[in-house]
Every structure is written in C-alpha cells, then in structure tokens.
C-alpha cells in the first residue's frame, strides 16, 4: 500500500537542541519526496524537497531508499522552528496517482 | 501574483444547509486537491482532480463533492452538511504529478476556509 508514515504527532525540544522528524514511506518506484511546513495562522509551504539537496532555514533530509525514510534534521533548533511538520510523496512521471501526505508532527521550540 | 485563493475563508452554518467553499488558482496548474485539516489527525485529502473533468476520491470524501468544469476553479460543495464537517479546509494545486521529469512539482495552497456546522 502506498503510505507516508509520521510516529510522532508531538515533538517538543529546547532551544539550540536537535530535531528530527521522521518520516517513512512505502511506495513502489521512485517517489519524489517534501517536507511541508504550516506556521501558526498560516498557510502550508513547501520547506524543502529531496531531489534540491538543498538546506532551508538550517533543515535538511536525506532520502535513505534502503530503508525508505525521509527524515527532517536541523542540528540546533530554534523557536521560530515551532509548526506543524508534514512530509508528502509525489508519484514518479507517468504515474496517475495522487499526492500522498503523512499526518504530521507538530514541533514545539522550548526557551 | 501567482496563488490560491478560497472563499470564504469563514463560514458558520446550521446542519443541512447547503453551502459551497470556492477555489481557484491563476497558475494553469492541472493538478488540484481539497483537503481538512483536524488536531490530531493532521492533513487528510477529499478529493483531487488530475484535470478538467476528472474527479477523484480522496481518503475521506464521505459527504462532500466536488465539480471541476475549468482548470482554474475546483469548488467543493457540502449537499447536507453535519456537524462533523467542522473543521479547516485547504485547497491545493500542482502543475502536474510527476511532469517534466527530474524536476520538482510543488503544491500551492489555498490559506484555509474554517468551517464550523452548528
């Protein structure tokens, strides 16, 4: 079945401490793979996605296809970090399916 | 300016009346999507449409519909709604799933219409 798994409904962390929000898949093929963001009040964004490699506001994620984990990393959280977490898959080109969503983890920055 | 838009973004309304949550994007995405929003259950999809004129179930479409006749528009309509609809909705479109190949398809969000039924 095609799934994206998120254990964690709550995180909560100390400032300067690091985070890691874990996200699992399970998909046959080669999905694309994000992180969402959505801030107090606001609307979802895109935070970062797997195929950028890319770091944004000090996040990062490895796609580890072996053990099909796309987990979110910052090495020292900060309190403006505090939001609701989603990771997404997209079907690979061709494909017909919709976008997957995880259920997401609300982090919590603790002064 | 390159968005998704909603209306209204706040509706209060009595069990069994009628009501429609509008949404339209100005970017010729193909892709779009309705989905509700709850503490503790996260992001849960209703329905999404691939294209004009194709609809298709989400995780929870159970009272809801949804009509997409242009590209641009994919309202969502509540025939009878009930109390346990209450929640916050967002609409999303995408150019397209997994279009032009090595490149990243992003969805735009709507900024969420809360809905309360009495």
């Known amino acids: 079945a095609q799934r994206v798994t998120q254990p964690e409904k709550l995180l909560s962390v100390f400032k300067g401490a690091p985070v890691e929000l874990k996200c699992n898949y399970s998909?046959?093929?080669?999905?694309?793979l994000f992180w969402y963001v959505q801030y107090s009040r606001q609307r979802l964004q895109l935070l970062l996605r797997?195929?950028s490699r890319e770091s944004i506001k000090g996040f990062t994620a490895d796609l580890n296809k072996g053990e099909t984990s796309f987990h979110l990393k910052k090495p020292f959280a900060q309190e403006e970090d505090s939001a609701m977490y989603y990771c997404?898959?997209?079907?690979?080109?061709?494909?017909?399916?919709?976008?997957?969503f995880g259920s997401g983890t609300r982090l919590s920055i603790r002064p | 300016e390159a968005q998704v838009t909603q209306n209204p973004r706040y509706l209060i309304t009595v069990t069994g009346k009628k009501l429609t949550v509008t949404c339209s994007q100005n970017?010729?995405?193909?892709?779009m999507s309705w989905y509700r929003q709850d503490p503790g259950l996260g992001l849960r999809q209703i329905y999404y449409?691939?294209?004009?004129?194709?609809?298709d179930k989400g995780d929870v479409p159970e009272g809801y519909k949804v009509s997409r006749k242009e590209k641009r528009n994919f309202p969502l309509i509540l025939e009878s709604p009930s109390p346990n609809q209450t929640s916050l909705y967002f609409c999303?479109?995408?150019?397209?799933?997994?279009?032009?190949?090595?490149?990243?398809?992003?969805?735009?969000f709507g900024p969420g219409t809360r809905l309360t039924v009495l």
């Open positions: 999303a479109s995408m150019r397209r799933p997994g279009e032009d190949s090595g490149r990243v398809n992003e969805q735009f």
């Open positions: 797997h195929i």
């Open positions: 970017m010729n995405h193909e892709y």
């Open positions: 998909y046959s093929g080669s999905p694309e």
């Open positions: 449409s691939m294209n004009v004129e194709v609809t």
């Open positions: 997404a898959l997209s079907p690979p080109y061709s494909s017909a399916s919709k976008i997957i």
